[in-house]
């Protein structure tokens, strides 16, 4: 089945700077790569997503890159702010079984 | 509160009990699941069910059960061979308009053992 990595477990940034987080996949027929944004407290919510068919994505300050030729997808955050502050989840899922496996999270602590 | 509803927000567990974490959707998904929350392990699929009265095992099942008798309800009971119970738990469903790929979560279950 598939099995999603994700790097790094913890990350820091300054406030205003850039931030990245990778992941990577098995399954080659995993198609489509959303990422969910867990707060303290808080339910994971979902913030972009990705299909194959794409190779990257942006909604205002977050973008995200897909590699199938790699199997690698990362999620970029620009002009970071201090509600960044999160556990950050990446995701894959397939056409074999419409199983979501999820990777370990990041937790991002963006610093003032 | 998101059309998803978790209860009850904490439980608390004995030796050899048996416990039920209910999970009710009002947004007319047709899929539903249950993942399981440690510190540094992600979220890890128990069960999932995509229609009523039929469901599916995700990575972690031994030790659980569930029951899709109602489109709206997906309980999940942690039974007594589930040695390492405590966790968050969360719920969540997705539309088969979406593909199943969209997922919406419930504000969780923490359960601890006594």
């Known amino acids: 089945g598939e099995n999603v990595e994700q790097h790094p477990s913890t990350l820091s940034v300054q406030e205003g700077d850039s931030a990245v987080i990778k992941c990577t996949y098995s399954d080659s027929a995993s198609n489509y790569f959303p990422w969910y944004k867990q707060e303290l407290g808080k339910r994971p919510q979902l913030i972009i997503d990705?299909?194959?068919?794409?190779g990257e994505k942006k909604d205002q300050r977050i973008a995200v890159t897909l590699n199938k030729t790699a199997k690698h997808f990362s999620l970029h955050i620009t002009e970071t702010q201090p509600e960044d502050s999160a556990v950050y989840f990446c995701a894959a899922t397939g056409q074999r079984d419409d199983k979501i496996i999820f990777g370990k999270g990041t937790r991002l602590h963006i610093l003032p | 509160d998101g059309g998803i509803t978790q209860s009850p927000k904490y439980l608390f567990r004995k030796e050899g009990q048996n416990v039920t974490l209910s999970c009710e959707q009002n947004l007319n998904h047709d899929a539903m699941y249950w993942y399981r929350q440690d510190p540094g392990q992600g979220l890890r699929l128990i069960y999932y069910s995509q229609i009523v009265n039929d469901f599916q095992k995700g990575d972690i099942a031994e030790g659980y059960s569930v029951s899709r008798e109602k489109k709206e309800s997906f309980p999940l009971t942690v039974t007594s061979a589930q040695k390492n119970p405590t966790a968050f738990y969360l719920c969540?469903?997705?539309?088969?308009?979406?593909?199943?790929?969209?997922?919406?979560f419930g504000s969780g279950t923490q359960l601890s053992v006594l």
């Open positions: 969540a469903s997705s539309s088969f308009r979406d593909s199943f790929e969209k997922l919406f």
């Open positions: 990705i299909r194959s068919n794409v």
